[in-house]
């Protein structure tokens, strides 16, 4: 029966999931390395520290839902490619940096090849992956990104601390260039050629145009989740220290990657079987059990724990959003619902960020974390709501059809 199964692993599958690790390991790489580079290298302020990765996500935010209608109009392939060069390209520009001012503006540049370059991969693994399979390769798909965002950090601030910003700058240059070669070995399969109405309609550059609607209902709850997300991303390193754990801060992410691996095989493929609702609501569940464990962790145990729910939870939930997105939208909108769900949720973590830091300076992380706990079990509402009811309608008149 399993032969049956129409093929995942395929040339192009495996290529656009390299290409996507890479462009994510040097992502994260840049990510925790950009601020200690403003404040040792350049003597900038703190806040000038965090602008770095404001700016960067701002451009690839704006340049998104434009980079969903080329997509559209000249091909994801085309538009990956472009992407990569200048993601690739200006990764070398950061060795001739010597301001503040020259940063952020190679960081905005940088952000809008990463933003073409994130939409681009997210609508070719979109068109490649099988529709009988779409939750299980979606699920290993993003867990290219899951996996370079244990590398990616590890690894740039161990050659910063080790070898100096050189060799941290140099091997981002690699990483970069390895996602290029990697995005080169993609084709994608020829569609019938468009109708003249059709282009005339993609000519437009309307809200509805840049924005595929049916996935911002998703996206929305997307970016609900992600502003608890950006709480680990940002300061977990900092509440270890903090708890007196610091020293296994840095194997968050390992188990939680770990977890990832093992869970990724079942998880994708009961969403196929079985459903989005059936994994999101226990999905939703062990996001919330494990920021629980979290906000009350003072063990090096229970700090590892929390990571293992986070990433059954968060893990799961992140994939299975992106492939409710571009399910919803019709197969010639999937670029531009790529989009919009990566536009959106970027906001959710940016947004987070923010929120985050002000209320960290009003209550301890442990507490936040803790009452986060409280805060996902609200988004199974909100996702019942914009999203799962609808699911859980249309599936109850598919078992109706079927028993009648």
Same mark, same amino acid.
């Given at each position: ?42 003597? /900038? ?14 451009? &690839? ?33 950061? =060795? ?18 990463? /933003? ?85 309609? +993609?000519?437009?550059?309307? =809200? ?6 049916? &996935? ?52 994708? +493929? ?21 920021? =629980? ?12 724990? &929390? ?7 968060? /893990? ?45 300076? +009003? ?33 109850? +008149? ?7």
């Amino acid at each position: 029966m399993q032969s049956q199964q129409p093929k995942l692993w395929t040339r192009n599958f495996i290529s656009v999931s390299v290409s996507n690790f890479f462009l994510f390991m040097t992502f994260y790489f840049l990510l925790v390395t950009m601020p200690v580079y403003v404040l040792n290298e350049l003597e /900038g302020k703190e806040s000038e520290a965090g602008l770095v990765t404001t700016v960067f996500l701002l451009s &690839a935010i704006i340049i998104r839902p434009i980079a969903g209608r080329w997509i559209e109009k000249i091909g994801a392939r085309m538009i990956l490619l472009a992407s990569l060069l200048i993601f690739s390209g200006v990764t070398v520009i950061y =060795f001739s940096v010597d301001s503040i001012g020259a940063l952020m503006v190679t960081r905005f540049i940088h952000g809008i090849g990463f /933003g073409m370059a994130t939409t681009a991969t997210g609508s070719i693994v979109a068109a490649i992956i099988p529709d009988s399979r779409r939750g299980e390769g979606m699920g290993y798909f993003v867990l290219s990104s899951n996996l370079a965002m244990v590398a990616g950090p590890f690894l740039g601030l161990t050659a910063m601390q080790q070898w100096g910003v050189s060799t941290m700058l140099l091997m981002g240059v690699i990483s970069a260039f390895i996602g290029l070669m990697a995005g080169l070995f993609i084709s994608i399969p020829k569609k019938q050629p468009k109708t003249q109405k059709e282009v005339q309609v +993609k000519g437009s550059f309307s =809200f509805k145009e840049l924005f595929e609607l049916n &996935a911002i209902p998703i996206a929305v709850t997307g970016a609900f989740f992600a502003i608890v997300y950006s709480s680990i991303l940002s300061f977990v390193s900092i509440y270890a220290v903090e708890i007196g754990v610091g020293h296994v801060a840095s194997y968050f992410f390992v188990v939680y990657a770990v977890v990832l691996l093992i869970s990724r095989p079942y998880s994708g +493929k009961w969403y196929d079987l079985y459903g989005a609702n059936a994994i999101v609501y226990p999905s939703i569940i062990l996001f919330a059990i494990g920021m =629980f464990i979290l906000g009350v962790a003072d063990s090096a145990f229970l700090f590892l724990v &929390a990571a293992a729910f986070a990433g059954l939870g968060w /893990g799961t939930l992140f994939p299975s959003y992106q492939t409710i997105a571009i399910t919803v939208a019709h197969p010639k909108r999937r670029p531009v619902a790529t989009a919009t769900f990566l536009s959106i949720y970027d906001i959710g973590i940016g947004l987070g960020s923010f929120i985050v830091g002000l209320a960290a300076a +009003k209550v301890s992380l442990g507490t936040l974390y803790m009452f986060s706990s409280v805060y996902i079990l609200i988004g199974v509402v909100i996702y019942y709501l914009l999203q799962g009811r609808r699911f859980s309608e249309e599936r109850q +008149k598919q078992k109706q059809v079927v028993d009648n």
